[in-house]
């Protein structure tokens, strides 16, 4: 059987000539082939970067003439290190693209957002990064994929914000100021590059503005805790990473988590002789912040049965959290090599 000949944008949008995508995924089978073609039918200069797929991803990639970066699998692969690939390469083939759209090959770009992304871009000269709502596909599907779509949706601010996720459209000159992302990182790369671009004084900025839908199919517990695990995993790494630096909140976070875990564990415990008893009702205080945390979700209209089940998470996630900075300080301590927190 012949190969097909590639694919050509359907209708190629004359006001993104300066924009580029860059395309990151690993295995990701009928997702990657619909996120793809959700960017391909308007844009020219995409490129595919795949870390060691055994499925038919690259070969589809290249039947839609989409530019393929293969990243050498002896050296650790992280999504920072294929972000920075991608781009570079995006640049060889055209040096003169002023912007690059980062996709994650589980999401599909909706109709409208590269032209919304794009005009809120030129609009701030400062501004190294756009962002929007991204829209779990199947919010229903299982209890996790609901949590991501509350997440999604309602636990986010908008306008400038302190950092953006791993789907949005960047400045090329803001990452060239700052050397694109730290592909060291196994986790949480994207808040710590934006770190270093407000720094510089750049800004990013998050729209209301609907931009792609997600399947994150997580199905498992044990899916929803890893990846949990690997959040205090990069909040630990970049607090390190940045304990000397003013304006750095993952220490914080990190003090945070262990307050409310250990610290108030401890605390029930360690008290018990001295308050007869009393200080074993501390732990009260979990069921108090999920109520909390369900109430502020509410007042957004969302759901009473389903900010409930956000708040109590988000309660126990602390925990997976924990975990996560353990892990880190001990790779740290023992010089363990960093192996990548997948959590499917």
């Not at 609901?146 to 949005?168: F, K, Q």
Request: charged share 25%; hydrophobic share 40%; aromatic share 10%.
């Amino acid at each position: 059987m012949e190969n097909p000949a590639p694919e050509t944008p359907e209708t190629p949008d004359p006001a993104l000539e300066n924009v580029g995508i860059v395309v990151i995924g690993r295995n990701e089978g009928e997702r990657l082939k619909t996120s793809l073609r959700s960017v391909r039918a308007h844009l020219p200069r995409v490129v595919y970067v795949d870390s060691g797929s055994e499925d038919d991803s690259v070969a589809f990639a290249r039947s839609m003439g989409v530019e393929v970066v293969e990243l050498d699998m002896s050296t650790p692969f992280t999504a920072g290190r294929a972000r920075n690939e991608g781009y570079e390469r995006l640049l060889s083939m055209a040096p003169e693209t002023e912007f690059v759209h980062f996709v994650d090959g589980d999401c599909e770009i909706v109709e409208g957002w590269l032209p919304n992304a794009l005009a809120a871009m030129e609009a701030d000269e400062r501004r190294a990064a756009v962002w929007g709502l991204l829209v779990e596909r199947h919010p229903d599907a299982t209890p996790y994929n609901r949590l991501c779509d509350t997440e999604w949706r309602w636990c986010y601010p908008y306008g400038d914000v302190p950092y953006c996720g791993g789907i949005a459209l960047m400045r090329v000159s803001a990452l060239r100021e700052v050397g694109g992302f730290n592909g060291a990182l196994i986790a949480g790369e994207e808040p710590e590059m934006c770190f270093r671009m407000r720094e510089g004084g750049w800004r990013i900025h998050r729209l209301h503005d609907v931009m792609a839908l997600h399947d994150a199919d997580i199905r498992r517990f044990g899916q929803w805790w890893r990846r949990a695990v690997r959040t205090g995993y990069a909040d630990a790494e970049r607090a390190w990473m940045h304990r000397q630096k003013k304006g750095q909140y993952w220490g914080r976070n990190v003090v945070r988590v262990w307050v409310w875990t250990f610290g108030v564990v401890a605390v029930s415990v360690g008290a018990a002789p001295w308050t007869m008893g009393l200080s074993g009702l501390l732990p009260f205080v979990y069921v108090v912040q999920a109520g909390r945390l369900a109430r502020g979700l509410a007042s957004q209209g969302v759901p009473w049965s389903r900010a409930l089940r956000y708040g109590v998470f988000s309660v126990l996630a602390k925990f997976a959290m924990v975990a996560g900075h353990i892990r880190f300080a001990r790779i740290r301590c023992v010089g363990k090599h960093r192996e990548l927190i997948e959590h499917r």
